[in-house]
């Protein structure tokens, strides 16, 4: 037990490290309850894209199948890196981050869809950085909360780490990328949520949100008109909220995509028109199918009982990553973790929500279910991150065989 | 956004800013003071300063008990708290949307991905007695597109390159609106394939412009028979707007209806019913995969009495003596005939010319203003008239045929009546006196089969002041002049004067008998002109003054005369299905009003009409005796109308034919010749050239 402080004042040479644990260790290191979950929810997925993208040209299963298999490598990769090395490059992730989601803002690489500038071009392949980001967000939040040690009362600390917090987000809406600064926003607020600060001030902090959020409503359209542009909020942006709140506003427009995504998941009914049976996907009612609207095409083929599948398996692995922030050996290990977490429940809440109506439109991807090699590599990353924070939960069990070994 | 809404956010957001401050303020006053506790276990925080250093950090120890986010596990619940709230929520709202709102969405999906297209069906066909098609069906590749292409002067250049039609034309198809406003107005018709194949492989340089295979209706004649058969045109949109929707044959916008003859008055035959079919369609609203399909039922074939090859005989033979008449310099302003031709025994017509006459195709692709308002000039003298039942003129000498049998059937005429003629008639003193047609000569004296044979009109006057004189003397039982009965004008009534025949041909005429009732009415503005007087008694005994037959009335009422009875004239003979089978055969109405007279006066009369042939030698090579009876009509302002209606044989009748010729001149062998030739091809003989110049001042 004397080893144990010795040990936290140098992070690097933690006993924990597992490149001298043996085979049968490393195996056992395994939380293998959320590794099955996670690759039932994978070939779930994969079945759903072959379905959703079997029709079409624009897409790729291929593609999809190599991210899931680049993921896998990478996850393996993470798992057996010992997490908290990462803890140390505050700044460094902080510069990535940026670097990151700046990339796409370049010439030459830098490529528009849909009017965002959300793209790399490199090597033939198109990449989208701010997916990327996400993880090295994640890593950034969790070892700049994890200095306070659990205790961020000061004001002007926090204030300095919501202002650093909120850099990133700055970035990524110059592309402008509304979804994924929405799901880092909430990485950050969950980061300082776990990572103990005042209760006052995140309080102080949502009111401040609510009322600019607000104020940005109902003032853009006395500043559009009053410099003739799109100011604060970009028309469409406008249009979907408008659309949320009453979706026969605009049944041509805006609200078509929620009227064809709400007929694709009410004709599944209890259960579904079967594999390749989504009409409304395959017959092209339904925008972005294999994307943003992934769930519709679940919804439709396996019906409720598929959708009701699909979310306990959700609430499975959300638990079980929640088990793991729990047993986390440091507060820097539980924040990416629930660093994570947060932005899982975001993402599933905001895309469900959205097919359904709940929420309003926005182009947010669903864990290992959409189409798109960048997101699936954030999502098996985040895995391998979990999975290594469990690997790594148990210091003096290692520490203690590792001395026994040094015994010997 | 309305300016209450706006205020109410901006005082929201206010409101909200300032709580925020509050707490912010609240806080800074009070850290000062009061050290917070922290979520984590004092045990746990080991730095006691806000100031932190790289890599130090919280860890807990080897239990688990001591991990921190066990310490902090209020915030951490509340993770767990929230995946399950989430999750139930979606659940919840799932749940309704697929298994409450299953059957609504499913509704919405099928409306989504099918599309219901209406298959047009084929119009039937019009035959001709022996089955020759007269009017068909033909496949016309047509360039369509809206009104505004107009607009497009670059698209309107291309088009009329493609298609090597001018450029005025191609506006003026797209600018036209007989097809409907909203409808896709006709570019060209019968595009070649080129064009079709060069349109279709630049879709960006002919935007909206549509190509289509269209079915057109195809008249192998041209424009033989063009009154009989009529014309088909788009319905119009106030037709469709009209539709109650219990109508058996439902009418799509495009589709084709009959505008005149046949193809009007047998539409409900000739109609055919849509076909539809389902197709599942995509988002663009492409057509993927058929569905389901109800196939168009084609309009079933309308057989007709009309012989073709006579029809084109009668066509020719009328435009030929028009033409000859008009190059003879003396009646230039002859411009206008009909050639009639019935079977005696059943009435069907086997001909009728109407001149002049136009082309049914050129109306059947929808008719432009410009050739609408040219075939409703004077000048052009109104081809689209059916003269044959819509034209009405007095009958003049062929009229004394009936007053003859009204004179013998009324008793103003007896085995030994005899009028003196001297080509002048006062009986009624020097101020009504008329002339005989021969006048300043005479016919002398006169019986009724002469004078049915010269046509003397003083016999007929005598008959006609015979008849006003019955009429006069009621005056004492009934002194209003209008309520008397009218013994003449009734007993020409049973011969279907004065009233349509039936026929089913559309646009049927009246004509005119008139009475004293008609004349009041008439000149109700000059009452001292409405008073009935003699001379309007005796004039029309001879087929003049206010009388007015149509040429299908007259020759209706020789026919009617020929075989002793009353039949209703006709053009339908049966219907056939698309098989071939005949499914609905003519069936004769019978009709109620027959004429009365005795066989003895029959026999009177037809003698008098043969002995009018025997006198320009038997109409030549014909191989049977004709009966029949010339007319010149005088008509204020115009050259005289040339008459002659007969029927063959004389004495067991087979065919009636009818000529008139508008200002063919005085001198009815104009229209003899019409008739003439009528019977020459019905019998098979060679009638020789057209002998309009015999006896030009013969009546």
């Known amino acids: ?408 | 956004m309305n300016t209450y809404a706006l205020a109410a956010g901006i005082a929201l957001s206010l409101f909200a800013l300032l709580i925020g401050g509050f707490f912010v303020l609240r806080y800074l006053l009070r850290s000062r003071r009061k050290k917070n506790r922290g979520i984590y276990a004092p045990s746990l925080v080991r730095a006691d300063k806000d100031r932190v250093t790289d890599g130090e950090q919280l860890r807990g120890s080897g239990s688990l008990k001591d991990r921190p986010a066990r310490q902090g596990r209020g915030r951490f619940y509340a993770f767990g708290v929230l995946i399950a709230a989430i999750f139930g929520t979606l659940s919840v709202k799932l749940w309704s949307l697929q298994v409450l709102g299953h059957e609504e969405y499913v509704r919405l999906s099928s409306e989504n991905m099918t599309s219901e297209v209406s298959v047009p069906a084929n119009r039937g066909r019009i035959l001709d007695r022996n089955g020759n098609e007269l009017v068909g069906n033909r496949p016309s590749i047509t360039v369509t597109g809206k009104r505004s292409l107009a607009e497009d002067t670059a698209l309107v250049h291309r088009l009329s390159l493609v298609l090597g039609v001018p450029l005025g034309i191609i506006r003026r198809n797209l600018l036209d609106d007989s097809e409907g406003v909203q409808s896709d107005h006709t570019i060209a018709s019968d595009v070649p394939m080129e064009a079709v194949a060069y349109i279709r492989e630049h879709p960006s340089l002919f935007p909206d412009v549509n190509v289509e295979s269209r079915t057109v209706r195809y008249y192998p004649y041209g424009s033989l028979g063009a009154h009989v058969l009529g014309y088909t045109g788009p319905v119009t949109e106030d037709f469709l707007a009209s539709q109650t929707g219990e109508e058996p044959i439902p009418y799509q916008s495009g589709d084709s209806i009959g505008i005149e003859g046949a193809e009007s008055t047998f539409e409900h035959i000739l109609q055919g019913m849509h076909g539809t079919r389902t197709y599942k369609v995509d988002a663009a609203g492409n057509p993927t995969e058929l569905i389901s399909e109800a196939p168009p039922e084609s309009g079933n074939d309308v057989v007709l009495t009309i012989d073709a090859s006579l029809q084109r005989e009668t066509d020719t033979i009328l435009r030929d003596i028009i033409t000859m008449v008009r190059g003879d310099g003396e009646n230039v302003n002859c411009n206008a005939g009909v050639i009639l031709c019935m079977d005696v025994k059943d009435g069907g017509i086997l001909a009728a010319s109407s001149y002049p006459t136009f082309y049914p195709a050129d109306l059947s692709r929808g008719i432009s203003t410009e050739l609408w308002e040219e075939l409703n000039t004077e000048e052009s003298g109104y081809p689209l008239t059916n003269r044959v039942v819509s034209g009405q003129y007095p009958a003049a000498s062929t009229f004394k045929l009936f007053t003859s049998l009204a004179g013998l059937t009324g008793g103003m005429i007896n085995d030994d009546t005899t009028f003196y003629c001297d080509g002048y008639w006062d009986d009624y003193g020097e101020d009504w006196g008329q002339r005989c047609w021969i006048y300043p000569g005479g016919h002398g004296t006169m019986g009724l089969e002469e004078s049915i044979n010269q046509s003397c009109d003083i016999f007929f006057y005598s008959v006609g002041a015979a008849f006003y004189e019955q009429w006069r003397a009621l005056e004492g039982e009934i002194p209003v002049e209008t309520e008397r009965p009218n013994p003449f004008q009734d007993y020409v009534a049973t011969w279907n004067f004065g009233s349509p025949t039936g026929v089913d041909m559309p646009g049927e005429a009246e004509g005119r008998i008139p009475d004293a009732t008609w004349k009041k009415d008439a000149f109700s503005d000059t009452p001292e002109e409405a008073m009935w007087q003699p001379g309007d008694m005796t004039n029309m005994c001879i087929g003049q003054g206010d009388i007015l037959v149509t040429p299908l009335q007259l020759c209706n009422g020789y026919a009617t005369f020929a075989r002793k009875k009353a039949v209703t004239p006709h053009v339908f003979s049966h219907v056939i299905d698309s098989e071939g089978d005949a499914v609905v055969s003519y069936t004769a109405k019978s009709v109620e009003m027959q004429p009365k007279y005795e066989q003895a006066h029959h026999d009177r009369v037809l003698d008098g009409l043969k002995r009018v042939v025997a006198r320009e030698g038997g109409f030549g090579p014909l191989p049977v005796e004709v009966a029949g009876k010339t007319g010149t009509a005088e008509v204020a302002g115009k050259d005289d109308f040339s008459w002659f209606v007969g029927f063959a044989p004389a004495d067991d009748p087979q065919y009636c034919a009818l000529c008139l010729i508008e200002q063919g001149g005085s001198g009815s062998l104009v229209a003899m010749n019409g008739v003439i030739q009528c019977f020459a091809r019905l019998y098979g003989v060679d009638a020789g050239e057209i002998t309009i110049w015999q006896n030009r001042n013969e009546r």
């Open chain 1, 1 to 408: 037990m004397a080893v144990a402080p010795k040990m936290q004042s140098s992070p690097s040479s933690r006993p924990g490290s597992t490149s001298r644990l043996g085979l049968g260790d490393v195996f056992r290191s395994l939380n293998y309850p959320l590794l099955v979950v996670a690759l039932i929810v994978i070939g779930y997925g994969l079945l759903v894209v072959w379905s959703a993208t079997s029709e079409s040209s624009d897409y790729s299963f291929n593609r999809q199948l190599m991210g899931v298999g680049v993921g896998l490598v990478l996850m393996l990769v993470l798992w057996r890196v010992d997490y908290s090395r990462l803890s140390a490059f505050t700044s460094v992730l902080f510069g990535l981050c940026i670097i990151l989601m700046l990339m796409p803002l370049l010439p030459v690489i830098g490529v528009t869809i849909n009017g965002a500038r959300s793209w790399i071009t490199i090597f033939g392949q198109q990449i989208q950085p701010g997916e990327i980001a996400k993880i090295c967000y994640i890593l950034f939040a969790a070892s700049l909360i994890a200095r306070y040690k659990g205790r961020l009362d000061s004001g002007l600390e926090y204030l300095k780490c919501f202002a650093l917090l909120m850099v990133p987000i700055l970035c990524i809406m110059l592309q402008p990328d509304l979804g994924t600064g929405m799901v880092l926003f909430v990485i950050g607020m969950v980061a300082l949520f776990a990572g103990g600060a005042n209760r006052r001030w995140l309080i102080a902090t949502v009111v401040v949100i609510v009322a600019l959020a607000i104020l940005a409503l109902t003032l853009d359209g006395l500043l559009d008109t009053a410099f003739g542009s799109d100011v604060l909020l970009k028309d469409y942006q406008k249009n979907r909220l408008l659309v949320f709140l009453d979706s026969s506003l605009d049944p041509g427009g805006a609200g078509y995509n929620l009227k064809q995504a709400q007929i694709a998941i009410g004709s599944g009914g209890l259960s579904g028109k079967g594999l390749g049976n989504a009409t409304q996907s395959a017959l092209g009612f339904l925008p972005e199918a294999p994307t943003d609207f992934i769930f519709c095409v679940l919804a439709e083929e396996f019906g409720f009982l598929g959708s009701l599948l699909l979310i306990v398996l959700y609430a499975a692995l959300l638990f079980l990553v929640l088990r793991v922030a729990f047993t986390s050996y440091d507060l820097y290990g539980t924040l990416v973790v629930t660093g994570i977490l947060g932005m899982w429940i975001f993402q599933i809440l905001e895309n469900i929500g959205m097919t359904c109506g709940l929420m309003p439109i926005t182009g947010i991807p669903l864990p290992f279910m959409s189409y798109g090699s960048s997101f699936m590599l954030v999502n098996f990353m985040s895995l391998g991150l979990i999975l290594s924070v469990w690997a790594h939960r148990n210091p003096v069990k290692s520490a203690v065989s590792q001395s026994a070994r040094r015994v010997q």
